[in-house]
């Protein structure tokens, strides 16, 4: 009877397509290569927070509108500098995280170094969710940007509007590929919109500020338009109570422009040496960037009095650069640029989670609180299985949303603040266990910093239960009961093992040596 021997794996159908979709496979060794430079890193893991600018504002108007008219336009602008106050404490948190803690993991290791891994879990699955809701954010308001420029330069074209999901699918499985592909490819595909990005919400500054100069003003919307949001009087609100509760609501969706601030402490690892100093510094750059940006669109905001529609498009930021730039050819091709750039960064902002989502979770799963099959690199070196089950959930996500952006901004920012108090409160209790040069004032700013994120969670929690963050107030303890059931079964099978293992020895034969 012939015996046919299994055919090795590299000729293998699934292997000669694996290495067709994702090149040849890298080694061990060639790890050390796959490493972001400082630009590089700015491009790749600030593209989330950046590209939040694109909507950060709009989702404050769109709470304010509705309730006290055009007067939401003047308390937007407080509201930004609350925000940027918030950002100054976090950045400044997350300084000393990266300083102290020079390893990936963020928070999550914040958390386990100082409260142990058990309490290390509420971390984990805020970022975890936070990760998966970014991604389908992202994506969705990048398609939103690409079907405003449709309304605005194809004359009211609503073709895209039914192509939405579709297109946030494809962006996603797109993402999914280059990541797969290995950090160093994904880096360079992915780093050159974020510069575009800035460069055009500069371009939008400069312009404003010559009209501004040169007129004294600046081109208003029409507020009236159909499928603009309704004004509301401000007596609605200011004389009835309601006023607090509605800049809370405001805040908290404000609160989504810092959303992906955590992304660099999460990917430390991914920086070339000497890691630490390189991670401070690309987060102080992207701070800068994102301070600038998100209160250049309010004021922009404010200026022309932009309006949110009740169907998300045309967004805000592209009525600023329809109306800054003007009608004509070259204003048409600077609001098509700032368009393309605002879909890029948000797309791209999209990947930000691809390269925090699967460190992240290998640091959980080495502790034992997830799979060991997420500490696996997979054929170039990219942690796969992190990338594949990040992909499954975020497609999950925008299809049963539909890409709503408005639904999923309600879910977005727990989870991502819930990180920050925690990486706040422990860096807080690891000062307070040192006697070193600043103390005082680490831990001055880091119990700021945490109580602010906490007060957030909070906020949102309440002011947005309703409107779907009652299911990230659900889901979170029961992310953090799976975690911690995982690790009991891992303890478990440990406990298992050792008892085991006496036994088995006893057993043994005894082997003995003899000289012949």
Request: positive net charge; hydrophobic residues 50%; glycine residues 8%.
């Amino acid at each position: 009877m012939a015996f046919t021997e299994p055919a090795p794996p590299r000729d293998r159908i699934t292997y000669r397509l694996k290495r067709l979709l994702l090149g040849p496979p890298l080694i061990t060794e060639q790890l050390s290569e796959e490493k972001l430079s400082n630009p590089l890193a700015l491009g790749v893991l600030a593209s989330d927070c950046m590209s939040s600018t694109a909507y950060g504002s709009e989702e404050m108007l769109r709470i304010l509108i509705p309730v006290i008219g055009v007067a939401a336009f003047t308390m937007l602008l407080p509201l930004t500098l609350a925000i940027l106050f918030v950002l100054l404490l976090l950045t400044l948190s997350y300084r000393d995280v990266v300083t102290v803690y020079t390893q990936a993991g963020g928070s999550y290791v914040v958390a386990r170094e100082n409260f142990g891994p058990n309490i290390a879990q509420i971390a984990a699955v805020a970022l975890l969710i936070d990760y998966i809701v970014t991604v389908a954010v992202q994506a969705a308001a990048g398609t939103d940007a690409i079907i405003s420029l449709a309304h605005l330069v194809g004359g009211g074209y609503t073709g895209l509007d039914n192509l939405k999901t579709p297109i946030d699918v494809g962006v996603v499985l797109i993402l999914f590929w280059g990541n797969l592909r290995g950090i160093r490819e994904a880096g360079r595909a992915f780093a050159a919109p974020a510069y575009l990005f800035m460069f055009a919400v500069a371009m939008m500054l400069v312009v404003g500020l010559i009209r501004y100069l040169k007129y004294g003003h600046l081109p208003h919307a029409n507020i009236h338009a159909a499928g603009a949001l309704s004004l509301g009087t401000p007596s609605s609100g200011l004389f009835y109570g309601t006023t607090l509760f509605i800049v809370l609501r405001a805040f908290a969706n404000g609160g989504s422009s810092l959303t992906g601030l955590e992304a660099i402490s999460n990917s430390v690892s991914a920086f070339r040496h000497p890691q630490g100093i390189n991670a401070r510094r690309t987060l102080i750059a992207m701070s800068i960037a994102l301070a600038i940006m998100v209160m250049g669109v309010s004021v922009l905001a404010y200026f022309t009095h932009a309006i949110p529609y009740t169907n998300g498009n045309p967004t805000v930021i592209a009525q600023e650069a329809h109306l800054l730039f003007g009608t004509g050819w070259i204003g048409t091709l600077g609001l098509v640029y700032v368009q393309l750039a605002t879909a890029l960064i948000l797309y791209t902002g999209a990947n930000t989670p691809f390269n925090g989502f699967p460190f992240l979770a290998s640091f959980v799963a080495e502790d034992q609180f997830l799979p060991r099959q997420l500490t696996r690199r997979g054929h170039r070196l990219s942690f796969s299985n992190g990338i594949i089950v990040l992909t499954a959930l975020a497609l999950a996500l925008l299809i049963t949303t539909g890409g709503s952006v408005d639904r999923l901004v309600a879910l977005y920012a727990i989870g991502v603040f819930t990180g920050f108090t925690m990486a706040g409160a422990g860096l807080t209790a690891y000062h307070l266990r040192r006697q070193e040069p600043g103390r005082t004032w680490k831990i001055a700013v880091n119990a700021t910093a945490a109580a602010a994120s906490a007060l957030i969670v909070v906020i949102f929690a309440i002011t947005k239960f309703t409107e779907g963050a009652w299911v990230v107030v659900v889901l979170f303890p029961l992310g953090v009961w799976a975690l911690t059931r995982i690790n009991r079964q891992y303890r478990a099978e440990a406990a298992a093992l050792n008892e085991a293992t006496p036994t088995a020895v006893t057993d043994r034969p005894s082997w003995r040596r003899h000289i012949v």
